[in-house]
């Protein structure tokens, strides 16, 4: 009983909710979109150059798995931070909606093209075999074969991406990043008012839950084994 | 060719493939059809798309791709298939879509890297006859690597025998395979053959055994009989195969032959003069 009253419903300012649920969206769409585009770019790299691949390149694999490792493991609260001077020199700007994407993607892109790499070599070796055997080129076996064979791989990395970035524009409302997180922040946290927190709070749910159900769906349409 | 080799030439027909670019190579790569094992189809695309893949590399206009694709899938018999992916097809089947990938740039040659090997026998002489249906149909060099000798007699004209590496025996599959000369040609024919240790027979016989080979259409006419009728020389069939490779009749026989030695010799010049191969045992 005392949870009831504790809680105060009338707090929750619902433009705002609304604002802010649109901020995270845009965030979200933006950043995985960039993060979809660099990883891929990333990921087919790194596989390419790697061992016993089409494109073996030993150093060129050995930097750029080395730059992906340590953007890895810098947290993504701090990497905002470090990243500022580049965010503002893209943006104009360190703040909002804007001013989180760069972060959002410095940190998802390289997470996207380690599950791009790994999606990649779960492609049987045959049938790249039998491609070139075929007269294919080595953009043909990319764009023809390795990445229409790993789509299922490639599906399940972006669902995964895309949750991982839900929690990271929440986090970016911690430099002012705008959206849910920062709604959250501000009246959940700063002002003490719960109702506030758990609204943000199931919203986040909510749209992890959607994400999840969508990249499933997609995932078990495009199987074939 | 999919990788260079250190040493030595590759040669299709007049090209020496070693001596090419990469670019060129993928051109000529297109002349050379190959059917694998594990048939390495694209799991994500339809039996139909896998076909055109080669067809699309090669920048065919879409309408003359779906002719093609139509004809080779009337060809390996899946007209009803077109739109399934390999997951839903049989072993069989999937290497019909082999087939008729491969075939898909009419190439001069048409690989097949142990193409049968995981199939069950049935499905193996399927796959078998409509390569040699291909073979007669549209006159391509078929290239075939196996470790059935059964594949071997069957279908193939030619066998060459690979032991470590080096050609140890190459010829006609008959003369091969009726005289292996090579130890490992010995073993791997004796897979097939009838494997008879004579030596029992030459003791407990007290008659003259003689081995008899002989090839061709010679194989259905009744030699031995004319050749003892005017005699009064008596044999027995102790062991034999009478069979056919390919499309050569062959026999091998062990006989015992009871009688005179005079006669008996008239008896294998006879059987000579015919084209048999008559040689004693003891």
Redesign the interface.
């Known amino acids: 009983m005392m949870m009831k009253q504790d809680i105060d419903w009338s707090e929750v300012r619902w433009e705002e909710v609304w604002q802010a649920s649109k901020d995270t969206l845009t965030m979200l769409g933006a950043s995985l979109l960039f993060t979809i585009i660099l990883g891929l770019l990333i990921g087919v790299v790194l596989f390419l150059t790697s061992k016993r691949q089409l494109l073996e390149q030993p150093v060129v694999y050995a930097v750029l798995s080395l730059v992906v490792n340590v953007l890895r493991s810098v947290p993504f609260i701090i990497l905002m931070i470090l990243i500022m001077p580049v965010t503002k020199a893209l943006t104009g700007t360190t703040l909002g909606v804007q001013g989180s994407i760069p972060p959002l993607v410095v940190a998802a892109a390289p997470f996207f093209a380690r599950l791009v790499e790994t999606s990649l070599r779960e492609v049987d070796r045959g049938v790249i075999e039998a491609a070139q055997a075929m007269g294919a080129s080595r953009w043909d076996i990319v764009r023809r074969v390795l990445l229409l064979e790993a789509r299922p791989g490639l599906l399940a990395g972006i669902t995964i991406t895309a949750v991982t970035l839900v929690s990271y524009t929440a986090m970016s409302g911690v430099i002012g990043g705008g959206g849910l997180g920062d709604l959250a922040l501000r009246y959940g946290y700063q002002r003490f008012q719960t109702s506030v927190m758990i609204v943000t709070v199931a919203l986040l749910i909510i749209l992890v839950q959607l994400l999840q159900m969508a990249g499933d769906h997609l995932v078990r349409r495009f199987s074939r084994k | 060719m999919?990788e260079r080799p250190t040493s030595g030439s590759v040669k299709v027909g007049e090209v020496e493939l070693t001596r090419l670019s990469t670019n060129q190579l993928?051109?000529?790569?297109?002349r050379?059809g190959?059917i694998?094992q594990?048939f390495?189809?694209?799991?994500?695309?339809t039996v139909r798309d896998n076909i055109s893949?080669?067809l699309?590399?090669?920048k065919l206009p879409r309408a003359e791709i779906k002719k093609r694709v139509d004809e080779l899938l009337k060809l390996v018999g899946l007209e009803q298939h077109a739109d399934k992916?390999?997951?839903q097809l049989s072993g069989g089947q999937k290497q019909r879509v082999g087939i008729a990938?491969a075939l898909a740039?009419n190439p001069d040659v048409l690989?097949c890297d142990e193409a049968t090997s995981a199939l069950d026998p049935q499905t193996t002489n399927a796959i078998l006859s409509l390569l040699l249906d291909i073979n007669a149909k549209l006159g391509i060099t078929i290239l075939l690597i196996t470790h059935e000798m059964h594949v071997i007699r069957s279908i193939c004209d030619r066998v060459a025998v690979i032991d470590g590496g080096e050609i140890v025996e190459m010829g006609d599959v008959v003369e091969v395979f009726l005289k292996p000369q090579h130890a490992i040609t010995k073993d791997f024919v004796s897979q097939i053959a009838d494997s008879f240790d004579p030596r029992e027979l030459i003791n407990t016989r007290s008659g003259r055994l003689v081995k008899i080979n002989y090839v061709g259409e010679i194989t259905y006419e009744p030699l031995l009989f004319n050749a003892v009728k005017s005699t009064s020389v008596q044999f027995t069939i102790l062991q034999g195969t009478v069979s056919r490779m390919k499309n050569t009749p062959y026999g091998q026989l062990v006989i015992e032959f009871i009688g005179a030695d005079a006669e008996i010799n008239k008896v294998f010049d006879e059987l000579r003069g015919k084209g048999l191969e008559v040689g004693d045992l003891k």
Do not use: D, G, T, V
């Open positions: 999919l993928q051109k000529e790569r297109r050379i190959m694998f594990h390495n189809l694209l799991s994500m695309a893949f080669p699309e590399l090669a992916f390999p997951a990938r740039n690989l």
